[in-house]
């Protein structure tokens, strides 16, 4: 099985949130089980190839908005592995990328239209190479479509998997035409633009072989309106293929200096360097501490706002490392500034992958208040590094933590529901709690999040995917 990944990132060498980490690793783990994925991703000017081996493999000629374009192909490797990632240069499509890669703008739309015309160019200039084409999100929901116009019966399978459902590339209609597709050639692309615009992530959804999530219970939220939001309906029709697999961690990027037989020693080290870092007093005191981005649809920003106070108050420490909305930003530096909270309290806005590894192995809890969560790899890493997640029972969060064991789980998307779940684990540090917090580390970082058993059940879903598209096309 020869499968082509195309994505927005791919880490280390793109790295902008989750979905990096994923496509960075997965397709390692599935190489180690005789599965061989090739990467293929923009090559942004700002991509880290410093310290890789990068060469130049040949010119594509795209075309795009009646113009062909020219683009290079360059080829790397994932780090220690075998895994080819392709790097398509293209100084006017590919002249930015960053967080806003995952805006719904008209920009990032025109940019991932014209790179999934590129990828089917690819495709086909490496005809018979690829049996199945491994989408991922938004950014990659037109290449169905092109794939169906030019390679017909002959093109490859085709499996969608939606990472974040909330982002979902919606573009200007003529971005259709510029990549080539004729209106009028696939209905539901005419039913989509009558309100002017074109949503990838419905066509993605709609028009591959076979969609998946990043985690069992997200595939089952997004079939409910509450999660499936504008495009339930869509998701409701393709429930027969719909499958979740939850994402792994590749631990060898999340360097640890301790096991779970020495690690009491080495995170108070870690912690305390981490106080004295942050102006934060008191080593005795536990450690709460949140990292991601500051998307207030998302991540729980207003509960984890309310519930910071009674941290403080019930004697924790509070740390934050994010950068997302600028209000937000904004509002948790000045809140951070208050008397009350003063020596207590550290606000860090920037993207900062060290500082982050620092937080994750000298905290001694990690919340993760999301109101909804695809997958989630924080509360993962944070496990790993022996620090207690605290999170909302949602998606891949609820998938991964199991209460009073690894980690601290509640329902009610309110401040209140935290607060409770926070007080819980600083009971349980304190000694006082129904199970012990040593035991508790211990089993989170015995935890398996390897990608080793969803590796084996893309795998499945890869032949499963595969089978059925031969059907059709034999039909
Ligand atoms: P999402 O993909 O929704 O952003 P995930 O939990 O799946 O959330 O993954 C987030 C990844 O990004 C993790 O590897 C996390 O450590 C990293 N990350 C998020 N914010 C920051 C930050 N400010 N600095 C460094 N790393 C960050």
């Given at each position: 099985m020869k499968v082509l990944l195309p994505a927005a990132e791919v880490a280390p060498i793109i790295k902008l949130g989750g979905l990096g980490d994923v496509v960075g690793s997965l397709p390692k783990a599935l190489e180690k089980i005789g599965v061989n994925v090739d990467v293929i991703v923009p090559f942004y000017p700002t991509a880290k190839v410093q310290d890789v081996k990068i060469f130049k493999a040949f010119d594509l000629e795209v075309p795009y908005d009646d113009t062909a374009n020219l683009v290079e192909v360059y080829k790397t490797k994932l780090p220690d592995s075998n895994v080819d990632v392709l790097l398509l240069k293209n100084s006017k499509y590919f002249s930015r990328g960053g967080?806003?890669?995952?805006?719904?703008?008209i920009s990032e739309t025109e940019m991932f239209a014209f790179f999934s015309r590129a990828v089917v160019e690819f495709v086909k200039a490496q005809f018979n190479t690829y049996d199945l084409v491994h989408c991922n999100d938004w950014?990659?929901?037109m290449i169905p479509h092109l794939l169906d116009d030019e390679l017909a019966e002959t093109r490859p399978a085709v499996l969608y998997t939606v990472h974040n459902l909330a982002y979902q590339g919606i573009g200007d209609q003529e971005l259709v035409q510029n990549m080539g597709i004729v209106p009028g050639d696939h209905p539901l692309i005419d039913w989509d633009i009558a309100d002017g615009d074109v949503n990838f992530m419905l066509q993605g959804i709609t028009s591959s072989d076979y969609v998946g999530t990043v985690s069992p219970t997200y595939a089952k939220e997004i079939l409910t309106p509450e999660y499936g939001g504008d495009l339930v309906d869509v998701l409701q029709v393709r429930e027969s293929r719909v499958a979740g697999i939850l994402n792994g961690i590749d631990t060898s990027s999340f360097p640890r200096d301790y096991t779970s037989h020495n690690w009491r020693e080495a995170k108070k080290d870690h912690k305390a360097a981490l106080l004295e870092k942050f102006g934060l007093?008191?080593?005795q005191k536990p450690l709460v501490s949140f990292i991601g981005r500051l998307d207030p649809n998302q991540k729980g920003l207003d509960i984890l706002y309310e519930a910071i106070p009674s941290i403080v108050k019930a004697g924790g420490n509070f740390v934050l490392l994010g950068t997302g909305d600028a209000g937000w930003q904004d509002k948790l530096t000045k809140f951070a500034e208050q008397d009350d909270l003063r020596g207590a309290v550290s606000i860090n806005i920037m993207f900062d992958v060290d500082l982050a590894r620092k937080i994750y192995s000298g905290s001694d809890f990690l919340i993760v208040p999301s109101k909804y969560e695809p997958c989630g790899l924080i509360q993962m890493i944070s496990m790993w590094y022996g620090t207690l997640p605290i999170v909302r029972a949602t998606g891949g969060l609820k998938d991964s933590v199991t209460e009073g064991k690894t980690g601290f789980l509640f329902d009610d998307y309110s401040s209140q529901a935290l607060i409770e779940a926070v007080n819980k684990a600083l009971i349980t540090y304190s000694g006082h709690g129904e199970t012990s917090f040593d035991s508790m580390v211990v089993a989170a970082m015995q935890a398996d999040f390897s990608w080793d058993s969803s590796a084996r059940e893309y795998k499945k879903l890869y032949e499963k995917v595969h089978a059925l598209r031969k059907e059709v096309a034999n039909a």
């Open positions: 967080k806003d890669a995952f805006a719904n703008k950014h990659t929901g007093t008191d080593p």
